[in-house]
């Protein structure tokens, strides 16, 4: 969507390597939001930060860190991947809580 | 526990047929509510919310949704479906007053749409 973007779009990697995905948004806003979309679970929410160097865990952090030194990028970081990190990955942006997310495009991830 | 339920994982109509898609919540107090269209590839767009006011809401592209508090639902609907509608659809709930603005979102309900 305009505003935010995600990148790389696709990525292939192996099993124990750091994998860092980014998300970048044009837009000031406030909050950004790191989800992971799986057949038959929705989007389930990752990491999140309500302003620069201000973040926080979602129900499935366990193996993901996250940074967030400006204002317009949110980075998502696997510090040593595994296969059960196969999924898209979504990054989401809003102005204010409770107000809705914008979406990016999604990083597709295939551990192998 | 806290919830939101998107009871059909999959419906098929008719072009032209009416749609309903239906959502329920489980939350102490009403929260922020959303409907997402999510096409093949794409991320999600936002069709509509309802925060307070009107429960009757609508949308883009034709969609509108209702909102019951009796019932704890947010169903989404459209009189005439359109080949185009094909996708898969997600409530999203935002508790009021959650830290950080989080959406917990159902596990969504994909849309075919017969010619």
């Known amino acids: 969507d305009a505003g935010i973007t995600q990148s790389p779009r696709h990525k292939v990697t192996e099993t124990g390597t750091p994998v860092t995905l980014r998300c970048h948004q044009t837009e000031n806003h406030r909050y950004m939001y790191w989800y992971r979309q799986d057949p038959g679970h929705g989007l389930r929410l990752i990491h999140y930060?309500?302003?620069?160097?201000?973040?926080d865990k979602g129900e499935v952090s366990d193996g993901y860190s996250v940074s967030r030194s400006k204002t317009e990028d949110f980075l998502l970081t696997l510090e040593s991947a595994t296969s059960s990190q196969t999924s898209v990955y979504f990054c989401?942006?809003?102005?204010?809580?409770?107000?809705?997310?914008?979406f990016g495009s999604g990083t597709r991830l295939t551990v192998v | 526990a806290q919830s939101v339920t998107q009871p059909d994982i999959h419906i098929t109509v008719s072009e032209g047929a009416s749609l309903e898609l239906r959502c329920n919540y489980s939350?102490?107090?009403?929260?922020?509510l959303f409907w997402y269209v999510q096409s093949p590839g794409q991320g999600l767009q936002l069709l509509l919310k309802?925060?307070?006011?009107?429960?009757l809401v609508q949308g883009i592209k034709g969609f509108e949704a209702e909102f019951k508090r009796s019932q704890s639902s947010f169903n989404l609907r459209k009189p005439s479906v359109h080949w185009s509608d094909a996708a898969e659809y997600f409530c999203a709930v935002a508790p009021r007053g959650n830290q950080g603005g989080k959406l917990i979102f159902g596990q969504g309900t994909e849309l075919s749409v017969k010619p």
């Open positions: 309802y925060f307070s006011g009107d429960t």
């Open positions: 939350y102490g107090a009403t929260p922020y």
């Open positions: 989401a942006i809003s102005e204010s809580a409770g107000y809705g997310y914008t």
């Open positions: 930060s309500y302003g620069v160097k201000d973040t």
